[in-house]
């Protein structure tokens, strides 16, 4: 029977070494909570050895959407896996969470032990960056449903907050903006950057119209930004009232889900200037600028909001853990 499912394009063996090769890696990832162990049926989790006393549970799921074609093209899978822990582990941050764990889903129409593998391990990085344990997960080799050489992902994060950090807490007009410098395009509006890009002939494997330094595709590739380890420390602080991942929407879209009905955000264009890489996509695309923040990050990867009186000190604590913040503007009445 198993040559026979064989023959229809599914190798269970290869499946079966597939889990054999990332184990240690998932291994690697084990925190307090969980061993993160493959092979059982579901990922376990004990949250009295995480040291929470009366924890909300927050969980998070998303892709990477089609950044994945540039892999694809380019033959560079290492980094997409961060780009998949990001786009969660972000979300979860946003209530205020710590990510505990992840599993992930990779599907493919034929399963390429060499490429998995590096995809698996680009999640293990993202989860060490994350501090959360990979638990678990699921690889689906179905025949027939993508196009040779490439796969899809999805991906699941549990997090915990004590019920009294659940973020956002009140707003209030006047509290200011700190924005956190993204590494890049993240994980949202590459359906446009690759059709600017085809349109006006920047193929990926050659030199960035904006950064000689490093091809296109490289650029693109670098994975979204994981915030977890330099922001969560602040968001005990009660005058830390919002952290907003900056995703498909933008600055105009995502900082309003924090407000309230009555509040908006105020943002100070000379704060706001483009990284070369949006520069780019502004021209080559003949793009406006409300388009834009609509589209991309526009060089801002999350936004925390917080007190006036609280902004010197995030300022210091963001950048003694490597991140570029400043402040873009401040909340209002509306």
Not at 94 to 103: D, I, K, R, S, Y
Not at 145 to 169: H, K, Q, S, T, W
Request: negative net charge; contains cysteine.
């Amino acid at each position: 029977m198993s040559d026979a499912y064989k023959k229809s394009g599914v190798d269970i063996d290869a499946g079966d070494r597939l889990v054999s090769a990332i184990g240690p890696i998932a291994k690697a990832t084990a925190r307090p909570g969980a061993d993160a162990a493959l092979g059982g049926f579901g990922g376990l989790f004990d949250l009295k050895a995480a040291g929470f006393s009366d924890p909300i549970l927050v969980s998070g799921t998303d892709g990477v959407g089609t950044k994945l074609k540039i892999a694809f093209e380019t033959g560079r899978h290492d980094t997409i896996g961060i780009d998949l822990v990001a786009m969660c582990v972000n979300d979860v941050l946003a209530q205020g969470a710590e990510p505990l764990f992840f599993l992930d889903y990779f599907a493919t129409g034929k399963l390429n032990e060499k490429v998995a593998a590096s995809v698996v391990a680009g999640i293990a990085d993202g989860c060490r960056l994350a501090g959360c344990a990979l638990v678990g997960g699921e690889t689906a080799e179905m025949p027939g449903m993508y196009p040779p050489g490439e796969y899809d992902l999805a991906g699941f994060c549990v997090g915990a907050v004590e019920r009294e950090n659940i973020l956002p807490r009140p707003i209030a007009a006047g509290d200011q903006m700190i924005g956190l410098a993204s590494s890049g395009a993240h994980s949202n509006g590459y359906s446009l950057i690759r059709k600017i890009a085809a349109e006006c002939g920047a193929a990926f494997e050659n030199p960035a119209p904006f950064d000689a330094a490093t091809t296109l595709g490289g650029a693109l590739l670098e994975p979204t930004r994981i915030y977890v380890k330099s922001v969560l420390p602040l968001l005990t602080d009660p005058q830390i009232k919002a952290f907003a991942h900056i995703t498909g929407g933008g600055l105009a879209d995502n900082v309003p889900r924090v407000l309230g009905d009555n509040l908006a955000p105020n943002f100070d264009d000379n704060a706001l200037m483009l990284p070369p890489l949006f520069q780019w996509l502004r021209d080559a695309g003949a793009l406006g600028s409300a388009e834009m923040r609509r589209t991309f990050n526009c060089g801002i990867g999350g936004v925390l909001v917080c007190a006036p009186g609280a902004v010197d000190a995030s300022l210091a604590a963001l950048s003694k853990c490597g991140e570029t913040a400043r402040v873009i503007g401040e909340i209002v009445e509306q």
